[in-house]
């Protein structure tokens, strides 16, 4: 069973940048499709970036579309975020997942079985 353990959150201002990263253990990092996806207080968990197995392809939600990029190094096993242009909007709870069964990729929660404990960035204005 995967274990994946955020890091890298912080508090910013707006228009700063920061990286969040994820680092998996216990499991066969390269074969899983990954994504993050964050929650913001009394909200639901969003999509926002997933990432294939090789990373030759990936996909982002409209709301970070061209200000986030994902990106992993599967020698590494660990998956990042960079996040650019943050708004006060972003702030949230960050969660990477992974797609530990399925071949398809996915932009949907129920489609992750593995999750880490999250990492909190909060957008000051």
């Known amino acids: 069973q995967v274990q994946l353990v955020e890091s890298g959150g912080a508090l910013v201002q707006a228009g700063d940048s920061l990286r969040v990263s994820c680092a998996a253990s216990?499991?066969?990092?390269?074969?899983?499709?990954m994504g993050w996806f964050r929650q913001a207080p009394g909200k639901e968990r969003k999509f926002i970036a997933v990432i294939s197995r090789s990373g030759g392809y990936t996909a982002y939600g409209d709301s970070v579309k061209g200000r986030f990029t994902i990106s992993r190094d599967n020698a590494k096993n660990t998956v990042y975020l960079q996040l650019n242009s943050l708004k006060p909007e972003d702030t949230a709870v960050y969660y990477c997942?992974?797609?530990?069964?399925?071949?398809?990729?996915?932009?949907?929660?129920?489609?992750?079985?593995?999750w880490g404990q999250g990492t909190q960035v909060t957008v000051s204005s």
């Open positions: 216990g499991g066969t990092f390269s074969r899983y499709h």
């Open positions: 997942a992974a797609e530990t069964n399925s071949d398809v990729i996915s932009t949907a929660l129920r489609a992750y079985d593995a």
